[in-house]
């Protein structure tokens, strides 16, 4: 069992930045990929970001290419997402996600949720 609690989010303007966090429970946090999801009124939730289980590979959707940056600490049980040059079209609730095994895009494969966090960016 691992649970996700995700802290970070809030009001920004755009072209600002912000640094979500992801803190999660359990001894066996190195065992997991980790993603980043975001879900808009009323769009599906889409992939953001993804990391393996090392950091060693790193996986983004293009339009947050050279914008987000995704890191984890195993020390420390966190996985991050840099945000920066921030676009209103940015403006969602996001979500961190784990994964026994390996990076994927689709939501149905991750097997634990953190709860999310508002981000919402301002023209």
């Known amino acids: 069992q691992v649970q996700l609690v995700e802290s970070g989010g809030g009001l920004v303007q755009a072209g600002g930045s912000l640094r979500l966090s992801c803190a999660a429970s359990?001894?066996?946090?190195?065992?997991?990929?980790m993603g980043w999801f975001r879900q808009a009124p009323g769009k599906e939730r889409e992939f953001v970001a993804g990391i393996s289980r090392s950091g060693g590979n790193t996986y983004y959707l293009d339009s947050v290419k050279g914008r987000f940056t995704i890191s984890r600490d195993n020390a420390k049980n966190t996985v991050y997402l840099q945000m920066k040059s921030l676009k209103p079209e940015d403006t969602a609730v996001y979500y961190c996600a784990a994964n026994y095994g390996t990076v994927y895009s689709q939501p149905s494969a991750y097997d634990y949720w953190g709860q999310g966090t508002q981000v919402t960016v301002s023209s």
């Open positions: 359990g001894r066996t946090f190195s065992l997991y990929a």
